[in-house]
């Protein structure tokens, strides 16, 4: 899988998670795409971010079972579309967004098809409707002025919030997009998932 951080994709892997500890999935990969089976997992890992070589940061990867949410031929730059995320309950929702550049955890042949939950990690502001296409960034956040880097994994660059906005994981397979994790845990959760 060559979009994502090695850590990362370890992570998503279960090479050395706690899936692997368990026993309880597998996975499939090549550089594109990789297929997974049913099942949650969650650890945590280091990750670097992009554009901060000497950098690293904590993260929860979580992975659930893969649902499509929507395809490369229909995304256009800088217009982004919205999809829910791992499941349909309070602030489950999420951008596709295809940045015109480059970018961290990047999907398609410019690597620049990224996917983040809508809600500010500082204290749950919504943050639809704020994409910024001359920064590649949501905010800002409309309580407290947050803004996230949708270049380096949702990493804030101004504002009240000190932890990064969650990524959903992506992967491809053919022209369909594929969520198929959560990489940071989404506000107000404590698991990622409702309930
Ligand atoms: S809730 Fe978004 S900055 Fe405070």
């Given at each position: ?33 990789f ?28 992975t659930?079972?893969?649902?499509l ?25 999420s ?50 002025l ?50």
């Amino acid at each position: 899988m060559k979009d994502l951080d090695p850590k990362i994709a370890a992570a998503v892997n279960g090479e050395n998670g706690e899936a692997a500890k368990a026993g309880t999935r597998k996975c499939l990969m090549n550089r594109r795409q990789f297929l997974l089976t049913s099942g949650l997992t969650t650890t945590v890992v280091m990750v670097g971010i992009p554009g901060m070589p000497e950098a690293e940061t904590p993260a929860v990867v979580s992975t659930y079972p893969r649902k499509l949410i929507g395809k490369l031929s229909e995304l256009k730059t800088d217009e982004p579309l919205s999809f829910e995320y791992p499941d349909e309950g309070q602030y489950a929702e999420s951008i596709l967004v295809k940045l015109g550049t480059k970018a961290g955890g990047g999907i398609g042949a410019e690597e620049d098809v990224v996917a983040f939950n809508y809600t500010c990690t500082h204290q749950g502001g919504p943050l639809q409707g704020t994409y910024k296409a001359a920064d590649k960034a949501l905010g800002p956040c409309p309580l407290h002025l947050t803004t996230f880097d949708l270049t380096r994994h949702g990493i804030f660059i101004a504002g009240q919030a000190y932890q990064s906005l969650p990524q959903v994981l992506l992967e491809v397979d053919g022209d369909d997009i594929y969520a198929v994790g959560m990489f940071g845990l989404i506000y107000g959760r404590y698991d990622n998932l409702q309930g």
